[in-house]
């Protein structure tokens, strides 16, 4: 059993940035792929961005230049560091974990990102 545990969402203006953070625990198999995904209301959920255990990265185009994804392959942990932060950018934010060869998905809890003045 695979765990995520989010951390560091919150209230910020626009123009600001914050810090996610998320740990895995458990059987984790590689290769794999950590990420972030986000859902605002009345909206489905869609990828923010990811990283690979190689490091390999995608971004939605929507914060390409905005964001950043990084990840610390022997503490299994995935940053996603978010500057010049938008009020469209407002939505809880999942860590997504998911391995390639045994395709299995595994989902934090969400941690909510308010961008408003």
């Known amino acids: 059993q695979v765990q995520l545990v989010e951390s560091g969402g919150g209230l910020v203006q626009p123009g600001g940035s914050l810090r996610l953070s998320c740990a895995a625990s458990?059987?984790?198999?590689?290769?794999?792929?950590m990420g972030w995904y986000r859902q605002a209301p009345g909206k489905e959920r869609e990828l923010v961005a990811r990283?690979?255990?190689?490091?390999?990265?995608n971004y939605a185009d929507s914060v390409k230049g905005r964001f950043t994804i990084s990840r610390d392959n022997p503490k299994n942990t995935v940053y996603l560091q978010m500057n010049s932060l938008k009020p469209e950018d407002t939505a809880v934010y999942y860590c997504?974990?998911?391995?390639?060869?045994?395709?299995?998905?595994?989902w934090g809890q969400g941690t909510q990102v308010t961008v408003s003045s």
């Open positions: 997504h974990l998911g391995t390639f060869y045994t395709n299995r998905d595994y």
């Open positions: 990283v690979t255990n190689g490091g390999t990265t």
């Open positions: 458990g059987s984790i198999f590689i290769p794999n792929a």
